[in-house]
């Protein structure tokens, strides 16, 4: 069964640290990882796209890395914001018959205090 | 606000009723997905068109649900004899093209959907 795990299910930060979140998965046949940054009562939204020939990508101070090989990725926020406050979560895409479908994670839920 | 946008935003529906949700995607978008999410979860894919047509239901999608996309613009999901079980945030998202070239899904804020 295709699935996806992130780690930690919550975390909480001060103001200006870095913190690095985790996804395990265990798809295939695998197309491309996604990381959505979601506000509370929002919908997601796309921080960054990898496919497999990727190991890292960076949008800001958001950095996603990739290892295809133990199927695994994280997801650095450096010098955090209040408003990276949200949940981040860990998709990742699925290659069958030209057909893609994405494979959500439950998240991790980041709180930044100031 | 060129991106997608959901309505309503929030709905409360007693046990039985029937309720419909609009999705307008962003407008050059020729795929269309509708996903359910509740709390604490990823969001679970119910449907998606390819301009008007319906190409894939997923087995969460009972035969309460419904959704159209007559025109290739907008869509709607219709929810019959709505259950509690059904509350949860509904989410359309859109994107361009061919979904294999890794486009990106953009997401509306969701309808948040209780039954009481």
């Known amino acids: 069964k295709n699935q996806v795990e992130q780690s930690p299910q919550s975390l909480i930060i001060l103001e200006g640290k870095n913190c690095t979140l985790q996804?395990?998965?265990?798809?295939?046949?695998?197309?491309?990882l996604r990381w959505y940054k979601q506000d509370t009562g929002r919908g997601p939204v796309s921080l960054t796209i990898?496919?497999?020939?990727?190991n890292t990508k960076s949008n800001g101070r958001y950095t996603a890395t990739l290892d295809a090989d133990t199927k695994q990725s994280s997801l650095h926020i450096t010098a955090s914001q209040l408003s990276d406050s949200a949940s981040y979560i860990c998709?990742?895409?699925?290659?069958?018959?030209?057909?893609?479908?994405?494979?959500f994670g439950t998240g991790t839920r980041l709180t930044i205090i100031p | 606000d060129t991106g997608v946008s959901q309505d309503p935003r929030h709905k409360i529906t007693k046990r039985g009723q029937n309720v419909t949700f609009r999705c307008d995607p962003i407008?050059?978008?020729?795929?269309l997905y509708w996903y359910r999410q509740t709390l604490g979860q990823g969001p679970e894919f119910l449907t998606y068109?390819?301009?008007?047509?319906?190409?894939?239901k997923s087995r969460l999608l009972s035969d309460r649900f419904s959704a159209e996309r007559p025109k290739g613009s907008f869509s709607t999901l219709e929810i019959q004899r709505t259950e509690q079980g059904d509350s949860a945030m509904y989410l359309c998202?859109?994107?361009?093209?061919?979904?294999?070239?890794?486009?990106?899904?953009?997401f509306g804020s969701g309808t948040q959907l209780s039954v009481l």
């Open positions: 998202a859109s994107s361009l093209g061919y979904f294999g070239t890794n486009e990106k899904l953009f």
């Open positions: 996804c395990n998965y265990t798809v295939s046949p695998f197309s491309n």
């Open positions: 990898m496919t497999f020939s990727e």
């Open positions: 998709v990742v895409s699925v290659s069958n018959f030209g057909n893609e479908k994405l494979t």
């Open positions: 407008s050059e978008h020729n795929r």
């Open positions: 068109f390819q301009n008007e047509a319906q190409l894939e």
